[in-house]
């Protein structure tokens, strides 16, 4: 069956506009392509400063992705004081639900904490927070996440998404039966992605 990997970032503003294109793929195209995740690694040593001028930009981009894709989005995180906008432990945790418990759950975490970031400002670079969004055991999700093997999969999973050519978030990456690889790079809406 044709694969369809997705590469993303949990803190990426256009991977949150795509998530409803992914989950109508999921659903509606499951009888096609198999789906599975990557992640990308936006800003993983959080080196944007927390300052007015990197909150009008975000605030810009925002306004950008909700009005090309209609997704909702709250502000109040912008109105932080201090932020580190790092997207390395959301990243790592979306990868360690992937391990535990394979891709359909990464895919119900990765929304669950894309939403809480996005609709309810909560800061998913938190472990505490990143935690409570684990569906069964929190426990071992703590302890595979503190773990090397964890930070090994993690840059495993940077350098597949690099070595596939996605070096834009959300990129779409189709490998059909035979092998043949196409990357697509950027947010793309539904009829294009299946156009591919």
Partial sequence: MTQLIFVLDPMCSWCWGFHPVIETLRK?????YTFSLVMGGLRTTGQMEWNTQ???????????????TKQLFNPSLLNRTHFDYNTYPACKAVITIRELQGDDAAFAYLSDIQKAFYTEGKDITSLDTLTHYVQGDTQAFQTFYQSDRAELLM????????SMGANAFPSTVKIDEDGHMVCINGYKRLEDILKI
């Fill in 28 to 32: 509606d195209y499951a009888d096609r």
């Fill in 155 to 162: 840059q495993h999973d940077f350098s597949k998404a690099r």
């Fill in 54 to 68: 990197s909150k009008a930009y975000l605030m810009s981009a925002w306004e950008s992705v909700a009005q090309t």
